[in-house]
């Protein structure tokens, strides 16, 4: 497992998810897509990422979504990682 997919998937269990059961698309005055691309943007093994996201379903009480996150590292790997996300 390389250090920037866990340093990803630790920020979001630390900062997005919600009482373990869901992951929040926004918290503490920032997006889910924002964070991880932050994450992807200051980590020293990253050559280069694509972070993007699509909302499935919207409704006036409950939405849902999925962040996508691909980068390759410096020694040539490329990795993705994905999330589904709630807000109610």
Known sequence: MSKVWSAIVDMVERDFVHEKDFILKYHNEKYLEDAIEEVLKEHEDVAQYKVDGVDTFDS?????????????????TLHTIDYQWESM
């Open 60 to 76: 006036p009480g409950y939405d849902t979504g999925v962040v996508y996150a691909a980068w390759v590292e410096k020694d040539g």
